[in-house]
């Protein structure tokens, strides 16, 4: 029950992977796009994971592990975290660019003409919130799966896709705010309460950051009982 304990840092998580609601729609279409429809992007999201998931499994793990450098799971959360964290930042980052560029200022969404700037700067917190899923959601499974008892593996699953839920709700709650003059925060606000809880989750969490802590499905001592004794028997 403690690895689920992770599962609930994941809902602030969530509000920065992509941005909230409809924003980063609201966005794009203050934007150029040459035609290109303002939800183009979004197709970004599963590519970048396609392409990073074989990079990850099949040349940086494995670089990593031969160094012995491989990230434990916190560690990788830990990473992921940090990533959607930027992800934020740029997308409230591209908003004030927006703001900047508009004709009519801080009330872009509602301005008859677009800001002069292309809606490809979506891309970066597209791919990095992307990239984030592959080092966060991709580990919180494994966490799930391997931490659990057979017959409550569904059960844990099924907690950590309600976080999921949790973020959708919190989402619902904040549309009268999703709106100019806004939407920097929108998109920062949720960026900085991510860096705090990624601090928090790091010293929370940092004692199961041990791939046998998961994988042997052990408590952190006898994890370390287990490797003094393997070093005593090399």
């Given amino acids: 029950m403690e690895a689920c304990g992770i599962f609930w840092f994941y809902p602030i998580y969530n509000l920065n ?7 980063p729609t609201n966005q794009g279409a ?13 197709n970004f999201n599963p590519v970048t994971i396609m392409v990073t998931i074989p990079i990850l499994t099949f040349v940086i793990y494995p670089f990593l592990e031969r160094r012995r450098l491989k990230p434990g799971p916190i560690t990788r959360m830990t990473i992921g975290f940090s990533i959607a964290t930027l992800a934020g930042i740029v997308g409230a980052l591209v908003q004030w660019k927006v703001y900047q560029l508009s004709p009519c200022g801080t009330h872009a969404s509602s301005c008859d003409n677009v800001a002069d700037i292309s809606i490809w700067w979506q891309i970066p917190n597209t791919a990095l919130s992307a990239i984030s899923e592959c080092f966060a959601n991709v580990t919180a499974y494994e966490v799930a799966y391997a931490r659990s008892p057979d017959s409550m593996k569904g059960l844990a699953i099924a907690i950590f896709l309600f976080t999921a839920a949790l973020s959708s709700a919190l989402g619902e709650i904040l549309i009268p705010v999703i709106t100019d003059p806004w939407l920097i925060w929108i998109w920062g606000a949720p960026a ?14 940092k004692h199961m950051n041990s791939e046998n802590y ?17 070093k005593a028997e090399a």
């Fill in 192 to 205: 900085v309460a991510l860096a705090v809880q990624t601090v928090i989750f790091w010293f929370r969490f």
């Fill in 214 to 230: 998961f994988a042997d499905n052990v408590d952190p001592p006898q994890v370390e009982e287990q490797q003094v004794l393997f």
């Fill in 30 to 42: 203050s934007m150029i796009t040459n035609g290109a429809p303002n939800d183009l992007l979004n």
């Fill in 17 to 23: 992977h992509g941005g909230i609601g409809s924003v």
